[in-house]
């Protein structure tokens, strides 16, 4: 236990304090896309390919048997969970780590979203699964398993295609002074995503940066220590960016934005149950390991949003912004 919980620290403290200098909430990654403002999409496009590269090369060179290879699709529970996570993260405005980071960086409220992704996490646990599966986990359920091809080539050209894409943009300005800029938050969360891999293949655990199942397994005495540690780890690494850098800032929120959290995290918790992963189980390391399922719960969350957003500007709430605590 006492190898995990190091590993675990070291890997979140790291991603925390990545996550809060690129202001890296997945929500305001796919919801700013939807709405043409491509800084956080960009970022994100550079660290899954850097990562698809790290994990291919940690997979060949590692002796950690026990690391995931590719996430089983089950197209059933990978929608509908993408669907519910995605509603959750417009009602909520913030993913799962995103309250983490923010709770590091002030954000009083971002512990009562957690409180209620804690329990959507143990509720979702608890759920039968929805559809078959068309691919089992591992190599087999990626896109190189698929196409018969090297995941390592494989990686390489999708870093290659991302870096010419992506010198063909402009690199916006960040919107604070002490916010990375896109290529090296992308690089940045890239880098990181892969320390969490190696420091949960040193710690004997099978997975790297995720945050689905820390409290259910909690709850029924067969806790996941290592990401524990990491989910508690990302708040001090946000916390010691905010304070050093920038960003800190106590503020609690108005009462509806505390629905919102309450409602949004319950609706976080599930949904990644029923998909089998969260925004960093599938949209980032999912995405780098390159399987078929995280792709689909990608566009799924993206939906996900996009709907919840449609029903929000039919009735605005002026009042949804958070206001410094006295």
Known sequence: MAAELAAGALAGGVFGYVLQRGQHCF????????EH?????????????????????VYTLSPWDQLSRGLAFRPVDNVVG????????????????????????GMIGAGVGLAAWAV????????PALGPTLLPGGDAATVPGV?????????????????????????DAPTRSWQWSWPLAGSALGLGL??????A??????????????ASGLVAGSPAWWRIAFLVAIVVGAALAAGTAGGWWLRSEHRSRYAGLLAGGFLLGLGAQVAGGCNLGHALSGVAQMNVSSLVVVAAMTSGIA???RLQRRAPDPSDQPRASA
């Not at 293949?201 to 820390?214: K, V, Y």
């Open 37 to 57: 403002r491509w800084g956080l999409a960009k970022a994100w496009l550079l660290a899954v390919a850097i990562g698809a590269v790290g994990l291919a090369l």
């Open 82 to 105: 993408g669907l519910v996570f995605g509603a959750g993260m417009a009602v909520a405005a913030s993913c799962v780590s995103g309250l983490w980071y923010k709770l590091g960086a």
């Open 120 to 127: 959507g996490d143990v509720v979702g646990s608890g759920l």
């Open 201 to 214: 293949g040193a710690a004997g655990t099978g997975f790297g940066a995720s945050t689905t199942g820390a």
């Open 27 to 34: 929500h305001a990654t796919f919801r700013g896309a939807l």
């Open 147 to 171: 196409l018969g091809l090297p995941r390592l080539a494989v990686a390489g050209l999708l870093l290659l295609v991302v870096l010419v894409l992506l010198a063909r943009t402009r690199r």
């Open 307 to 309: 709907g919840v957003r």
């Open 194 to 199: 892969v320390v969490t891999w190696l420091a």
